[in-house]
């Protein structure tokens, strides 16, 4: 779907100035190179706002940022929507979900393009990737529920001489159900380390929504300090309520990615079904945390009692939050 919008923009053939000149369909688009002189502004920029999370462009006015609509954008310089300028604003604004802003030569986020991930992850996200998946796979071969959960105890049962071996016994079972061999299990390594790459990116996505449950709990140590402040303690109330949904939200859509290669014998039979759908996930968790990125930032080095900058951090969350709980409304559901 992405990549369709993409090759939309490298054909174009508007020949209007105002618009954008033609984009060259002979070659792969790979940056945003606008050809209005309007995109070579000091500072110019698309981003979303942090409270409404509406797109909006930003250029440099000396001291000050100047903020234009998208729509008067447009309207302002004459840029037609089937222009290649009036795409790659699309494009551009599609990118702010994988990227905190977008300037006018940035590259265009790779999940635009192949769907592939434009961010990086450690080596440790792949192993535990590997051994998560490893765990299914010996979870299915001996019919007994995976039961721990936690990076460090699936390693700790993987370390175990049965499991071992059981998973020895796993790995060629597999591969006669998949059609193989019983000695031909290279392809099911094969194919496991296939997924454990996609997945990768979740147990990446996994350590943020942690950093993220930390602000609930960062909310509720400070409770005892609002002493008699009746108001105050209904206020931060109010808040940990909000924080609570908020985290629930991704911790659902964490579980849901977990849950994508639990029954690993379809996983594996589907591969390039189920890298779709990890994608997916993967980019509707990273773009919600993206939102959060801003709020986190302010509960670092957050102190344990109540001081004037805890009072800033919880009325910016409250900011951030409201607008996306009060009314019923969903910040996965608004982010389709």
């Given at each position: 779907?992405?990549?369709?919008?993409?090759?939309?923009?490298?054909?174009?053939?508007?020949?209007?100035q105002?618009?954008?000149?033609?984009?060259?369909?002979?070659?792969?688009?790979?940056?945003?190179?606008?050809?209005h002189?309007a995109?070579?502004?000091?500072g110019a920029?698309?981003?979303?706002?942090?409270?409404?999370?509406?797109?909006?462009?930003?250029?440099?006015?000396g001291?000050?940022?100047?903020?234009?609509e998208?729509?008067?954008?447009?309207?302002?310089?004459?840029?037609?929507?089937?222009?290649?300028?009036?795409?790659?604003?699309?494009?551009?604004?599609?990118?702010?979900?994988?990227?905190?802003?977008?300037r006018?030569?940035?590259?265009?986020?790779?999940?635009?393009?192949?769907?592939?991930?434009?961010?990086?992850?450690?080596?440790?996200h792949?192993?535990?990737?590997?051994?998560?998946?490893?765990?299914?796979?010996?979870?299915?071969?001996?019919?007994?529920?995976?039961?721990?959960?936690?990076?460090?105890?699936?390693?700790?049962?993987?370390?175990?001489?049965?499991?071992?071996?059981?998973?020895?016994?796993?790995?060629?079972?597999?591969?006669?159900?998949l059609?193989?061999?019983?000695?031909?299990?290279?392809k099911?390594?094969?194919?496991?380390?296939?997924?454990?790459?996609e997945?990768?990116?979740?147990?990446?996505?996994?350590?943020?929504?942690?950093?993220?449950?930390?602000?609930?709990?960062?909310?509720?140590?400070?409770?005892?300090?609002?002493?008699?402040?009746r108001?105050?303690?209904q206020?931060?109330?109010?808040?940990?309520?909000?924080?609570?949904?908020?985290?629930?939200?991704?911790?659902?859509l964490?579980?849901?990615?977990?849950?994508?290669?639990?029954?690993?014998?379809?996983?594996?039979?589907?591969?390039s079904?189920?890298i779709?759908?990890?994608?997916?996930?993967?980019?509707?968790?990273?773009?919600?945390?993206?939102?959060?990125?801003?709020?986190?930032?302010?509960?670092?080095?957050?102190a344990?009692?109540?001081?004037?900058?805890?009072?800033?951090?919880?009325?910016?969350?409250?900011r951030?939050?409201?607008?996306?709980?009060?009314?019923?409304?969903?910040?996965?559901?608004?982010?389709?």
């Amino acid at each position: 779907m992405f990549s369709a919008r993409v090759r939309d923009v490298a054909s174009s053939d508007t020949d209007s100035q105002d618009a954008g000149t033609p984009a060259d369909s002979g070659s792969a688009l790979t940056h945003f190179n606008f050809q209005h002189k309007a995109f070579a502004a000091p500072g110019a920029r698309f981003a979303l706002d942090r409270n409404s999370r509406e797109p909006a462009y930003y250029v440099t006015l000396g001291d000050l940022t100047g903020t234009v609509e998208i729509a008067a954008l447009k309207r302002e310089f004459r840029i037609a929507d089937d222009s290649a300028d009036g795409k790659l604003i699309t494009l551009a604004i599609q990118g702010l979900g994988y990227v905190p802003d977008v300037r006018p030569g940035d590259s265009i986020p790779t999940e635009l393009i192949d769907g592939s991930a434009s961010w990086s992850i450690g080596e440790k996200h792949t192993r535990i990737a590997q051994q998560r998946l490893q765990a299914y796979l010996l979870s299915w071969v001996t019919s007994e529920k995976l039961t721990v959960t936690d990076a460090n105890d699936i390693e700790a049962l993987l370390q175990k001489p049965e499991s071992r071996e059981k998973l020895k016994q796993g790995f060629r079972e597999a591969a006669v159900t998949l059609g193989h061999e019983p000695d031909d299990t290279e392809k099911v390594i094969v194919q496991l380390e296939v997924l454990a790459r996609e997945m990768a990116y979740i147990e990446a996505l996994r350590d943020r929504v942690a950093k993220a449950r930390q602000v609930i709990k960062k909310l509720v140590a400070i409770g005892p300090s609002y002493g008699n402040d009746r108001l105050g303690k209904q206020e931060l109330d109010r808040v940990q309520h909000l924080a609570t949904r908020g985290v629930g939200q991704l911790n659902e859509l964490l579980s849901k990615a977990d849950t994508q290669c639990s029954e690993i014998i379809a996983a594996l039979k589907s591969v390039s079904r189920q890298i779709h759908e990890i994608r997916l996930r993967r980019d509707a968790l990273y773009g919600l945390l993206l939102e959060w990125k801003d709020t986190r930032a302010d509960f670092e080095g957050f102190a344990t009692s109540r001081t004037s900058r805890t009072d800033r951090a919880v009325n910016s969350l409250y900011r951030f939050l409201a607008p996306r709980f009060t009314s019923g409304q969903s910040m996965v559901n608004r982010r389709r």
